[in-house]
């Protein structure tokens, strides 16, 4: 069992919405009140920096996500304040924000099932949020207006171009995020989370159902709850 923190960056003023609107991909009016929202933040060519659980506090929101990306992530971030009316502050996270008694393995692997993804530092910056099923998940819009990366999010909703997925896998023995997956004649993707036999793979979904490994280790292709299979 290994504990993964995670850390939460507060933001309050005046503007802090209309900051995070800007900012953020998922659609700031869709978080209600005592609810959280998953949202994506892109970079300008619309590949995903990191995911955050976004809340309301008494005086702003707070943004989770995994504390090894938080350094870069905050100082990011406000580069792109300007003359916005915003603060920045950061702490820990406690669990019982999401409903949870520890971020563990359990949870995590949880969320794995569920096909909600995971970007640690390994992975920012790779994957567009179509690639990682965040169209499915409510953490991207394609009608709010626009933010860093929303062109490309756009375009490739409204071509229907989705050839790569996130889909889920049980493979026969343990793997690592990063592990590449193949078709038996090459490379068709790879492992974004791993934990234990359990993982999400970034694969074309033509290949869903065909004979996958990574390396000697064979795939077998499980069905996501929010996914046509």
């Not at 099932?113 to 640690?120: D, H």
């Not at 390994?122 to 626009?146: E, I, R, W, Y």
């Not at 493979?171 to 068709?188: H, I, L, M, Q, T």
Request: aromatic share 8%; net charge negative.
């Amino acid at each position: 069992m290994s504990d993964l923190p995670y850390a939460t960056i507060t933001l309050s003023g005046e503007d802090a919405f209309d900051y995070l609107q800007a900012q953020l991909a998922a659609d700031m009016h869709k978080l209600s009140e005592g609810n959280s929202l998953l949202s994506a933040w892109c970079n300008p060519k619309g590949r995903v920096i990191c995911l955050f659980r976004v809340f309301r506090t008494d005086d702003g929101y707070s943004l989770i996500l995994p504390s090894e990306l938080v350094d870069v992530v905050s100082k990011r971030l406000t580069m792109f304040r300007f003359r916005a009316k915003v603060e920045f502050a950061y702490q820990e996270t406690d669990p019982d924000k999401l409903d949870i008694d520890r971020f563990d393995d359990d949870w995590r692997l949880e969320n794995l099932r569920a096909g909600i993804p995971e970007i640690l530092s390994a992975q920012s910056g790779l994957f567009t949020p179509h690639m990682l099923n965040l169209d499915l998940l409510g953490a991207v819009s394609v009608d709010k207006g626009c933010y860093p990366g929303q062109e490309v999010v756009s375009r490739t909703h409204f071509r229907g171009a989705t050839k790569r997925r996130c889909l889920r896998f049980e493979s026969a023995s343990p793997v690592s995020p990063g592990d590449k997956v193949s078709d038996g004649e090459r490379d068709v993707g790879e492992v974004l989370n791993a934990i234990g036999t359990d993982l999400l793979a970034v694969v074309p979904v033509e290949t869903a159902r065909e004979a996958l490994s990574t390396g000697d280790i064979p795939l077998l292709h499980l069905p996501l709850p929010y996914l046509k299979q």
